[in-house]
């Protein structure tokens, strides 16, 4: 309810200033174009016109315009039993599913703005491109990745103020929540666990970035050539020696049998079980909903999430 009432000022306050200053309109007096963005494939992307047909291909990216009231004629299909449609966005055309997005679909919507994922649909943006179809594509993994999505939508809905808003809570919701935790940098690992492979994540994964914010040391990014690669392999010899006082598992797949597989794994493997969060039972699995799916403007409670498994006398 707290939350509602801050969101709810700061918004009533936003809508005030903004009515004291210019208006964001389409295109300007004159003539320039009405929003210039880079992206983060590193290009500039252009906007005549205000869009008035946009089409959004990740369920992350989504809730990004539901958050500025933005409109959509078209919008990816949702399997994830963790994802949720927005309400204005229920009877909204799907063009099919985030790994398998239908170009015949997209382009019969007749777009005039395409919103991509950079890690699911790099290959279509020629084919869009090819139709004169604008395509900007965005990055979904931290929370400076959450921060310039919510800017970009504003530009694009022409909510700045809006979107401004948003990020202003996020911050100050992250700040309140570090106030309340040690400072001690923790050294922890982030295993992301499949049922194949076991591999690290870097501090531009969800729960690395949660982790940065929270002040812990990540033992994998130690030393480690920079990466664009959220998850990488990581030896048992470079872990045993980090020694890390935490371990957080995220996971791909049916939780229960992911879980039982790892549980095995530290139980039966000399290797894990000397290992100091092993026997001091400090191992935590993380929820997919909130650090495998981008949590977006819930970025501040996958913190606290976090924030509550180490330190539970916080009161979080």
């Given amino acids: 309810m707290l939350k509602k009432i801050i969101i709810l000022c700061i918004l009533i306050t936003t809508v005030f200033l903004s009515g004291c200053g210019p208006q964001q309109v389409d295109g300007n007096k004159d003539g320039s174009?009405?929003?210039?963005i880079t992206?983060?494939?590193?290009?500039?992307?252009?906007?005549?016109?205000?869009?008035?047909?946009?089409?959004v291909l990740s369920s992350s990216l989504m809730n990004f315009a539901d958050a500025v009231d933005g409109n959509l004629v078209g919008r990816v299909a949702v399997k994830s039993a963790d994802a949720v449609v927005p309400e204005r966005y229920k009877a909204v055309p799907e063009v099919g599913p985030v790994y398998n997005v239908s170009?015949?679909?997209?382009?019969?919507?007749?777009?005039?703005?395409?919103i991509a994922s950079k890690s699911q649909h790099g290959e279509l943006v020629a084919l869009f491109e090819q139709n004169d179809i604008p395509v900007i594509v965005l990055s979904s993994k931290t929370y400076a990745d959450v921060k310039r999505n919510m800017e970009i939508f504003?530009?694009?809905?022409?909510?700045?103020?809006m979107a401004k808003a948003h990020m202003d809570l996020m911050d100050a919701e992250i700040s309140a929540i570090k106030a309340r935790v040690p400072q001690e940098g923790k050294k922890i690992v982030i295993i992301h666990a499949t049922p194949s492979q076991v591999s690290v994540e870097m501090p531009n994964s969800i729960a690395g970035s949660c982790a940065e914010l929270?002040?812990?040391?990540?033992?994998?990014a130690a030393g480690e050539v920079k990466t664009d690669a959220a998850q990488v392999p990581y030896s048992m010899e470079?872990?045993?020696e980090a020694d890390p006082d935490v371990i957080f598992i995220t996971t791909m797949g049916r939780k229960e049998k992911i879980e039982k597989i790892m549980k095995e794994t530290f139980e039966n493997s000399p290797a894990w079980s000397v290992l100091s969060a092993v026997r001091a039972g400090r191992v935590y699995t993380l929820p997919e909903n909130l650090f495998l799916l981008n949590p977006g403007l819930h970025y501040p409670q996958s913190v606290s999430y976090m924030a509550k498994l180490v330190y539970p006398e916080s009161g979080l």
């Fill in 39 to 55: 992206d983060d494939l590193g290009r500039t992307v252009t906007l005549a016109e205000k869009p008035q047909r946009v089409v």
């Fill in 154 to 161: 504003g530009k694009v809905y022409g909510k700045a103020d």
């Fill in 238 to 240: 470079r872990l045993a």
């Fill in 103 to 114: 170009m015949e679909a997209a382009l019969d919507l007749n777009p005039d703005l395409v």
């Fill in 33 to 36: 174009a009405y929003a210039v």
């Fill in 214 to 220: 929270l002040g812990f040391t990540n033992v994998a």
